[in-house]
C-alpha cells in the first residue's frame, strides 16, 4: 500500500491524521510530523527521513505539505531520499480523505497525488444559500 | 473587519488559527472553535453563535469548515443567526492566509470568499520533479 506523510506548522498534521482517523477509523503507513518551531528543524530532517523510509512499502510514499515554501515544506523536499514520492502542497482534509481513500485500490502514486488534489479543489467552495438553508437544523 | 471563525474536527481549527497567526503574526476577529467530540456538539451550537457575533463588526464574517457535512459544518450552519456569513467547506492553510490578508482591504465578504477559495485551488498542487530538486537543501 501506498504510504502517506503529513508535514505541517504547529500540530496541524498531527490533527489531521486525527481527523482522518476519525472519519475513517485507523489506518496503516499515515504518519504526521509536527514542526512545532521553526527555528530547530535539524532533528526533523532526520525524523521525517525515517517516517517516509518507515512508509515506503514498495508502493512509494505520498507526502503532504501544509503551504509551499514553508519550513515544513523545506523539511519534506529535503528528506524524500531515492524513494517513490509524490508531494502535494496546501492540503486540506478532504484531499488527505481522498488520498486515503484511494490507495486502498490503487497503487498509481501519480494518479492518486491528481485525484487527491481534485478532490481538495471540488470540494473547498463557498456554500449556497440554498446549501446553507437546507443544511440548517 | 470582516470576522474570520474556523469551526472543525478535533484541534484542526485552533491548530489553524495558530498557524495562520505564526505566519502572519496576531490577528483580532479570527476565532476557532474546536470539535472534539462529535456526540457532545449541543454546547457548540452556543458557543459558535456567540463567537459569530463577537466577529460581525458590521462587516461580516467568514466561516471557514473543514469538511462539507461533518458535524463542525452543520454546527456551523446551524449558528449563522440572521449575520452576513459566507461559508467556506473543505479549507486549506493558503485559503485561510488569503482570506486574513484581503480582509485588511476589501469589505466584500463574497469577494474575499471567492477569492479565498481561488487561492487555495491554485495552491494545493502536486510539486513538480523541477520544484522537487530546487527546493532541496
Known sequence: ??????????????????????????????????VINSDASDHLYDEMSTVIKQCDTGSGVLVFVDMFGGTPCNIALGSLGDHACEVISGFSLPSLIKAATLRKSSRNLAEIAAQSIQAGHQYMRQLSEDTKKGLRL
Chains 1, 2 share one sequence.
Open 1 to 34: 500500500m501506498i504510504g502517506m506523510v503529513i508535514i505541517a506548522h504547529g500540530r496541524l498534521a498531527s490533527e489531521s491524521k486525527q481527523a482522518i482517523e476519525h472519519v475513517m477509523g485507523e489506518l496503516p503507513l499515515l504518519a504526521a510530523i509536527d
